[in-house]
Each structure stands twice: as structure tokens, then as C-alpha cells.
């Protein structure tokens, strides 16, 4: 894997002949395997920011967020290393309740890579799920709600069926009144999470559940794989629900490229 953007004297400069070659972490420009520290490093939460939403999506060439209804066929080996360190790095993965259907969503596991880092930064060693659901039709015998290792949240709004939200509360999970309707308000999702004290959110998805996020205006930064493919048909979009009136401006932060997938990431312009 190589850094393209943003470009440094590192990225374009080469080792000069008959000296000693560059420490990996100022090699940035050259073809090669990324650390997980060094992968950490790169994608780090910005400080002092508060409650900081991030997203991370894959897409193909022609804009399709899935095939066949998932999105790992999308991905490759090193996707999944930054979608596994997007993970290490965030307090609460934030998706939605069709998206754990689909693609039978299980607890954040803990990984050792990642102990320290969670540890000095006062983290619980996983990242908890919150699943974000107005109907709570969901399973709660999985082991996503009844083992975690860090308790599941399951966000909705106030007007949720009652039977629902006492069966969710019975098998383990914490619920979040996040809306005064059947459903979540998106930006109160993020407000109350982070009162919570989970202030690193990454959302997954799916399609729908990004759309509310990016119309309520409550989206930070989208971490992005453009994946070297081409699928046609009517796959979703990473982002679904109604056009905005106004497009919003986002503004590249970084690009990563590896075998022609493209791993950027941009954050909310002003």
C-alpha cells in the first residue's frame, strides 16, 4: 500500500544512492504492507473535537454499496484490515438494524494489536454496537445481545413498542431514547452516545441509516474504499433516503492505494 494523498516530501522524494533508507513511518510514498500501528496511526480521531462521527463504506466504480445484498464481496484483504482498525480505534460502532440482518452482525471482538492503545486512551478493550432500530425487529438471542463483551445499545426512539424495548432490556442490551417518534433522531444519536462518553462513533451502515446521518447534517468524516469493480444492476448507494436541498462539502483528508482499490478519506468542509 501507498500514501497519494496528502503528498509530503516523503511520498515523492526517493532514497538517495549510498544513504541509509528512511525510518517505514516516513516511508509513506512507497508500495508496501502498512502496520497496524502505523494503519492507527493514519486514521487517529482528531483531538478535542467531542462527540466525532466517522463512516466507513466500500463502493464499486459504477456506485454500488453491495452485491447480491452484502458488501463484503466488495472488499479485499487490506479493506479489511482498515475496516479492523477503524474498529480498534472507535468507542461505539453505530449501525443499523437491517444491516445486522443482513450481514449477521456479531460482538466487537477484542484484539490484542489494540489493547494498549485502547487502554492509555481509557477505552473498554471492544468497541459496544449500538443498533439503531425504530421497530426493534430484531433477534435478541444472538450472541450480539446476549454476550458481548461490551454491552450491546440498541437506539430508538420513544415511541417504540414497549414489548420491544422490555425484551431488548431483558436479554442485556442498554437502550438509548434517542427521538420523541417510533425512531432515532440521527443527530441526537450522536449527542447522546457521546454523553455516554463514547465520543468515537463509526458507523457501517447500511445505506440507509448513513442517508439519515448525512441529511441531519451529524456526519464528521467518511472513510471510503473505491473498490476496482463493476457490478451494474440496482445495488444501493452508500447513502439512501431523500436528496438534500443543499449538497454537502466534504474535503480530502487522505488516499491510500493498493491493487487499484483507492482507501480515502474525507471530512465536513465549512
Same mark, same amino acid.
Given at each position: 500500500?501507498?500514501?497519494?494523498?496528502? @503528498?509530503? %516530501?516523503?511520498?515523492? %522524494?526517493?532514497?538517495?544512492?549510498? =544513504? *541509509?533508507?528512511?525510518?517505514? !513511518?516516513?516511508? +509513506? &510514498? %512507497?508500495?508496501?504492507?502498512? =502496520? $497496524?500501528?502505523?494503519?492507527?496511526?493514519?486514521?487517529?480521531?482528531? +483531538?478535542?473535537?467531542?462527540?466525532? $462521527?466517522?463512516?466507513?463504506?466500500? =463502493?464499486?466504480?459504477? &456506485?454500488? *454499496?453491495?452485491?447480491?445484498?452484502?458488501s463484503q464481496p466488495l472488499s479485499n484483504a487490506t479493506d479489511m484490515r482498515i475496516f479492523g482498525t477503524l474498529?480498534?480505534?472507535?468507542?461505539?460502532? @453505530? @449501525?443499523?438494524a437491517e444491516t445486522v440482518r443482513q450481514e449477521g452482525y456479531r460482538p466487537a471482538r477484542a484484539r490484542d494489536s489494540f489493547a494498549?492503545?485502547?487502554?492509555?486512551?481509557?477505552? *473498554?478493550?471492544?468497541?459496544?454496537?449500538a443498533v439503531v432500530s425504530a421497530s426493534l425487529?430484531?433477534?435478541?438471542?444472538?450472541? $450480539?445481545?446476549?454476550s458481548p463483551l461490551t454491552p450491546t445499545f440498541v437506539v430508538t426512539g420513544a415511541a417504540a413498542p414497549a414489548d420491544r424495548v422490555a425484551a431488548a432490556r431483558k436479554a442485556g442490551a442498554e437502550v438509548v431514547i434517542a427521538g420523541e417518534g417510533a425512531g432515532a433522531d440521527p443527530a441526537r444519536v450522536v449527542r447522546e452516545l457521546g454523553e455516554r462518553g463514547l465520543a468515537r462513533l463509526?458507523?457501517?451502515?447500511?445505506?440507509?441509516?448513513?442517508?439519515?446521518? @448525512?441529511?441531519a447534517g451529524a456526519l464528521d468524516e467518511l472513510c471510503l474504499t473505491v473498490s476496482p469493480l463493476l457490478t451494474?444492476?440496482?445495488?444501493? !448507494?452508500?447513502?439512501?433516503?431523500? &436528496? $438534500?436541498?443543499?449538497?454537502?462539502?466534504?474535503v480530502l483528508a487522505s488516499v491510500l492505494e493498493e491493487s487499484g482499490f483507492l482507501f480515502t478519506r474525507y471530512r465536513r468542509g465549512s
Open positions: 500500500m501507498r500514501r497519494l494523498f496528502p @503528498v509530503t %516530501e516523503h511520498t515523492v %522524494e526517493s532514497t538517495p544512492a549510498g =544513504s *541509509a533508507p528512511a525510518p517505514a !513511518r516516513d516511508r +509513506a &510514498g %512507497e508500495d508496501r504492507e502498512w =502496520s $497496524l500501528d502505523e494503519l492507527a496511526d493514519a486514521y487517529a480521531y482528531p +483531538a478535542g473535537t467531542g462527540a466525532w $462521527l466517522r463512516a466507513n463504506m466500500v =463502493s464499486t466504480l459504477d &456506485g454500488a *454499496a453491495q452485491h447480491e445484498g452484502r474498529r480498534g480505534l472507535a468507542d461505539v460502532v @453505530v @449501525v443499523g494498549a492503545r485502547r487502554a492509555a486512551a481509557g477505552q *473498554a478493550p471492544a468497541p459496544a454496537i425487529d430484531l433477534d435478541f438471542h444472538l450472541p $450480539l445481545f446476549t463509526l458507523t457501517e451502515g447500511g445505506p440507509r441509516l448513513l442517508g439519515q446521518f @448525512v441529511a451494474a444492476g440496482d445495488a444501493q !448507494r452508500i447513502a439512501g433516503g431523500p &436528496g $438534500l436541498a443543499v449538497p454537502g462539502k466534504f
